[in-house]
């Protein structure tokens, strides 16, 4: 499966939950990612934030990265124009924020057009938009922390 045919961006809470047990999300995020592990794909930005809160919580630096790459999940490198819509996003959503590994994910969602999000951000996703205008699908869908 390419890039293209995945439709749910993995963000940095999600795989950080799978991977520590004492998450308060690890048991809503270890429950979801068996339904959309094939489905998903992640940027760069995620996996350098993911593996810097796991080496900061005693983990092993590298656990993100070794299970994206055990998993199969695609990580995607945005090109220069992916980082120029990436900062223009940053500034649009400044009141919200939106962190950088955020904004590589909803450029990724413009230019893929990707309308779902496995993520623990909920006050960020509800307020970003997907391609289309219309919002995020937040995933695991049961949990509104």
Not at 53 to 61: D, E, F, S
Not at 64 to 91: W, Y
Not at 116 to 124: P, S, Y
Request: proline share 7%; glycine share 8%; aromatic share 6%.
């Amino acid at each position: 499966m390419s890039p293209v045919e995945r439709d749910v961006l993995l963000d940095t809470g999600p795989l950080v939950a799978v991977l520590d047990r004492r998450d308060q999300w690890h048991a809503e995020c270890a429950a979801e990612l068996p339904n959309v592990i094939r489905r998903c794909l992640t940027v760069e930005a995620v996996v350098a934030e993911a593996c810097h809160l796991v080496a900061r919580g005693g983990g092993p630096a590298h656990a993100p990265l070794d299970f994206l790459l055990a998993a199969g999940i695609p990580i995607v490198g945005l090109e220069t124009g992916g980082h120029r819509r990436a900062t223009s996003l940053m500034h649009q959503y400044r009141r919200t924020p939106m962190d950088f590994a955020d904004a590589c994910l909803v450029a990724l969602s413009e230019a893929l057009l990707i309308s779902t999000a496995f993520t623990t951000d909920r006050h960020g996703f509800r307020a970003y938009r997907p391609p289309r205008g219309k919002r995020f699908e937040l995933l695991p869908a049961g949990k509104s922390v």
